[in-house]
DNA sequence: AGACACGTTGACGCTACGACAAGGTCAAAC
DNA sequence: GTTTGACCTTGTCGTAGCGTCAACGTGTCT
């Protein structure tokens, strides 16, 4: 046989054939005086072989090592090896197809299920009501779903389930415009005391104690003085660019908030 | 944030996120004097999409393209194009992982199950005992086992089924090592014309009229005179390989074995 | 002033081949 | 005798998604 031929018979392209000489995978055959391969019917029980192994996912090189020493037990650890691992793609492939249908019913196409649905509707209907800072709220609860471990993201949503009862789009959605009117205010605005006050009372205790509990996770700018490294937010200054996109007013407004939620806290 | 922040934030390599600016995947930020990039809250929020879409097994391209334009029903067709292309993934899974578990499970680690192990059993019994030929018909299997379709290894798997009942081994052997016998002979032997005879006695009459049906697949110096294409083997010459490793006498055995089946087909 | 951690662009490496290019060989057709 | 067309040869580039250098500029700390 010829090369076409062998890779006919088999079911390959000649490419094939001549890729597996370079490996190393199939021996070099003999060459008749053109320079022409010529293989014998081993050739092609050996390449059918290759093809049969390599279809199952092994590498080319696992199939090297495999197929070069005596074929007995190391072959066998090897498709032992292959098992587990198409075991492991298995079930990454049944969590991708979960969080595909996640993000198929979630209304939007946002990633940042956050488990149940509900939290993520809620600030959808409130960004989409158009408010800067409910969407800020959102991109960092998606943030934070994408970029957290599944056990931390479990506990975000049980921290935000008091947010997703019925009336309590209602009241977010009053806080989060009076949040918004704050947009270009200075620092001194009377409104602000007042709306600290009213966001601070709207926060659980589970909530605030997470919150006082992890008070170095907090930028340095809303950390109350006196608590937790008195340097670094240690961040990596990402929270000075999320800062960075509010006013002063709205800044204050936050550092109050976690200034009264240390003292009920205390 | 600087690029280093901004990767860290999301839990990338500063060079995933300087590949997805190179793609088009993500803006490019300003620059500050030195050259140095940019980023604020928002470009971490689109990285983190990315993100979360490439892990889901979008492609970095298809991604561009859903994320360019209105972001609406695009994604969503990707998405659910994507959700099949999954479900295809599992599937070729799992016939793999049962093409392992054959493997494993039939004790020698030579492709070609066969559907059942039974034949391959016999053949390995047969070859482990030295036959050249069973050898090479145990090669023919195994690469006709990985080069035809599902229902042509069904179909060839019934036909086996009567050389697997439990005294056929024992016979077989006696006619293996017959033919073994006739390594190196010539066509004349005077030991030809009753193998063929008792050879031909054992095929059950479903073989016979497969192989008499399909004796354009039959090598032409095996043909009987006078049937079908006298021309060409069609089959690429890889059948010339294949007889070249026997001995005249051994080709003349098969050709009046075949010859036989016509007659008692006929 | 040096060390060290960070940033910049650019280029090569990885898998398992496909797709060329630029030629040599052989049987058949004219 | 020559041309055509189907083969064969080696060699190189391209693919996806970055990792991993190289070679160099910047900014901060000691």
Redesign the pocket.
């Known amino acids: 046989?010829?090369?076409?031929?062998?890779?006919a018979l088999v079911g390959?392209?000649?490419?094939?054939?001549?890729?597996?000489?370079h490996?190393g995978l199939l021996p070099e055959p003999v060459?008749?005086?053109?320079?022409?391969?010529v293989y014998g019917f081993a050739d092609a029980v050996a390449l059918a072989r290759v093809?049969h192994l390599?279809e199952l996912g092994?590498?080319?090189?696992?199939l090297r090592d495999a197929l070069a020493d005596d074929e007995g037990r190391e072959l066998r650890e090897v498709l032992l090896e292959l098992d587990a691992d198409l075991a492991r793609q298995q079930e990454a492939i049944r969590i991708k197809r979960q969080r595909v249908a996640a993000l198929l019913e979630g209304a939007d196409l946002r990633p940042g299920s956050m488990g149940s649905a509900d939290m993520a509707a809620m600030l959808r209907d409130l960004s989409t009501g158009g408010s800067r800072i409910a969407d800020m709220d959102r991109d960092l609860l998606t943030l934070f779903d994408t970029v957290a471990e599944p056990e931390g993201r479990a506990r975000m949503a049980a921290l935000m389930r008091p947010f997703t009862e019925p009336d309590a789009l209602a009241r977010a959605q009053a806080l989060y415009r009076r949040l918004d009117d704050l947009a270009g205010a200075a620092s001194g605005d009377p409104r602000v005391p007042p709306l600290a006050a009213d966001l601070a009372a709207r926060f659980p205790d589970e909530m605030a104690s997470a919150i006082v509990e992890n008070l170095d996770q907090v930028p340095a700018r809303l950390r109350p003085p006196g608590s937790g490294s008195g340097t670094g937010a240690g961040d990596g200054g990402w929270t000075e660019a999320l800062l960075s996109e509010l006013s002063p007013a709205q800044i204050e407004v936050f550092r109050l908030v976690i200034e009264t939620l240390k003292d009920r806290m205390r």
């Not at 092994?58 to 696992?62: I, K, P």
């Open positions: 046989m010829r090369i076409g031929e062998l890779a390959v392209t000649t490419r094939t054939v001549r890729h597996y000489h490996l060459r008749r005086a053109n320079g022409y391969r093809r390599a092994l590498s080319l090189d696992e």
